[in-house]
């Protein structure tokens, strides 16, 4: 092995693939992430959810593809892996015991985020969602006509069901990693990938350039939905000018993708075009701040934190106490009044699917009335952790996101 490949990186392809490739694929991937599941200190109350490492696996991969994989030929090249700092964030894993520390694929907090908004967008939980599903992203956000883009096979190949030895085409669905390529784009567009999904998705004739004619397509819409909620509008002549004179076009009248990947106000100009609440976010503030947040440490970082403290704060209506969440359990850090006065306790999980089960659950576990609120519980299900003292004074918890 050390006498063929000289380096780190055709070591690593020579291992994954078992020898069988001098490339990468997805699958090869899968008993590595697996191991981090099994094995990381940071990842050890994922050990008994066993029905999520599926999910965290194919997540972190994904994201893996989406970052290294610049040729999207969904093949990981040893050029591609040696100017990618994925093995260094391996390597970085041995040493580093908290997982979000690794903000670089395998993140739990970004995997919790990513997974959550693909969970309640696809309601029939088949692992798959459609155009009516990707509507409802983050308030109907996105444009009818970027949606249609979408779907139409600039950036997905339709979802794939296997059957046996068969694989059935699924058209008009986005599978899970679709969605989180979908996501990562969304949530950073000056990301050199998330330029290329956009700009794909607006290259409607697929020449290279993005002509007047596909940004008054794109733009149209957004003209009629802020008429028709009242807001003050700009004629598309008027955007254009802005447009044109944020990105400076080598060629005068239409716009090639290494024109908007040398602008650093990229995320500005296809805002602009196809999402209506973040357009409506940047006009709203410092025309600059958007590139101070990009060339600050971390951008899809920062998102994912705050999704993160925002899903963590969704659960707190449902049990009427605050929650640290992790998946697959909900640390309560509960007061007990004794001798020495008052201390903090964090014990046992006791499972629960429904609000029914939940209030059982608690009363069985507390001589005390707790506070649940009368909302539905929703899914998945979740764990809380109680304290089975009768001497409970008071039930409260922190969020903890370190």
């Known amino acids: 092995l050390t006498i063929i490949h000289h380096d780190v990186a055709s070591k690593f392809i020579r291992i994954v693939t078992r020898k069988l490739r001098n490339n990468i694929?997805?699958?090869?991937?899968?008993p590595l992430v697996q191991d981090v599941v099994e094995t990381h200190p940071g990842l050890?109350?994922?050990k008994e959810a066993t029905e999520f490492h599926s999910r965290y696996v194919h997540t972190v991969i994904a994201r893996i593809f989406y970052c290294v994989n610049r040729s999207w030929s969904g093949k990981i090249s040893l050029a591609e892996l040696r100017r990618s700092n994925l093995l260094a964030v391996i390597a970085i894993l041995e040493q580093e015991e908290d997982i979000n520390q690794v903000t670089a694929y395998f993140s739990y907090e970004h995997f919790y985020v990513i997974y959550c908004k693909f969970w309640e967008l696809d309601r029939d939980h088949?692992?798959?969602i459609d155009k009516m599903d990707l509507t409802?992203?983050?308030?109907?956000?996105?444009s009818t006509r970027m949606i249609e883009r979408i779907f139409s096979g600039a950036v997905t190949r339709g979802g794939k069901i296997k059957s046996g030895n068969n694989v059935q085409q699924l058209e008009d669905k986005m599978s899970y990693t679709e969605f989180v390529w979908f996501l990562l784009s969304e949530e950073d567009k000056n990301h050199p990938t998330a330029t290329e999904y956009w700009f794909r998705c607006m290259d409607l004739d697929g020449d290279g350039y993005l002509s007047m004619y596909e940004l008054e397509y794109f733009y149209e819409e957004q003209l009629r939905r802020m008429e028709a909620i009242g807001l003050e509008t700009l004629p598309f002549e008027d955007c254009l000018c802005q447009m044109?004179?944020?990105i400076h076009p080598v060629t005068p009248g239409k716009i090639s993708l290494n024109d908007l990947k040398k602008c650093k106000m990229t995320s500005i100009f296809?805002?602009?075009f196809f999402n209506l609440e973040k357009y409506l976010d940047h006009e709203q503030r410092d025309p600059f701040a958007s590139t101070r947040d990009h060339d600050a440490d971390g951008h899809e970082h920062r998102s994912a934190r705050v999704s993160y403290k925002k899903q963590n704060r969704r659960l707190r209506p449902y049990l009427g106490v605050h929650s640290s969440l992790l998946f697959g359990t909900v640390r309560i850090l509960v007061y007990t009044k004794g001798e020495c006065g008052h201390s903090m306790a964090l014990c046992s999980s006791v499972p629960f699917h429904t609000e029914g089960q939940l209030k059982a659950n608690m009363h069985a576990n507390t001589s005390t009335d707790t506070l649940v609120s009368e909302r539905p519980f929703r899914d998945p299900p979740w764990q809380l952790a109680l304290h089975s003292s009768s001497e409970i004074t008071s039930l409260w918890s922190r969020v903890s996101l370190c």
């Open 25 to 30: 694929l997805p699958e090869d991937l899968i």
């Open 44 to 46: 050890t109350f994922l």
């Open 126 to 128: 088949d692992l798959f």
């Open 136 to 142: 409802r992203h983050n308030d109907h956000a996105l």
């Open 244 to 246: 044109l004179d944020m």
């Open 270 to 272: 296809f805002d602009t």
